[in-house]
């Protein structure tokens, strides 16, 4: 069974950054398509980033174009980084990293077609 881990979160001042990590693992034999999704209470869970299983194609929600960066350390996306800069107090969420095997050239934006999760690291940004 695959496991995700995420690290990185904690507390920051508006305007501040953090950068969350989200490591699998195991190495398949293909690619892994991860994706990035947070969650504020009383809020339904939301698609933060994504990077397609061949490492060519990014996506981003609307609401943190242009602040957050998704990277990977390499071609399987075993290790994904979520760089996130110019934090406002509505990015305050737990957020999950989620990955799938399923091979495509699009990023997966629909969390119900990931099969791994990880445990979620809480991410709190002061106003």
């Known amino acids: 069974q695959v496991q995700l881990v995420e690290s990185g979160g904690g507390l920051a001042q508006t305007g501040g950054s953090l950068r969350l990590s989200c490591a699998a693992s195991?190495?398949?034999?293909?690619?892994?398509?991860v994706g990035w999704f947070r969650q504020a209470p009383g809020k339904e869970r939301e698609f933060v980033s994504g990077i397609s299983s061949d490492g060519r194609r990014i996506a981003y929600g609307d609401s943190v174009k242009g602040r957050f960066t998704i990277s990977s350390v390499n071609t399987k996306n075993t290790v994904i980084y979520l760089q996130m800069d110019i934090l406002e107090p509505e990015d305050t969420a737990v957020y999950y990293c989620?990955?799938?095997?399923?091979?495509?050239?699009?990023?997966?934006?629909?969390?119900?077609?990931?099969?791994?999760w990880g445990q979620g690291t809480q991410v709190i940004v002061s106003s």
């Open positions: 989620a990955a799938t095997l399923y091979q495509s050239r699009a990023v997966v934006r629909s969390g119900s077609s990931y099969e791994y």
């Open positions: 195991e190495h398949p034999a293909y690619p892994y398509a």
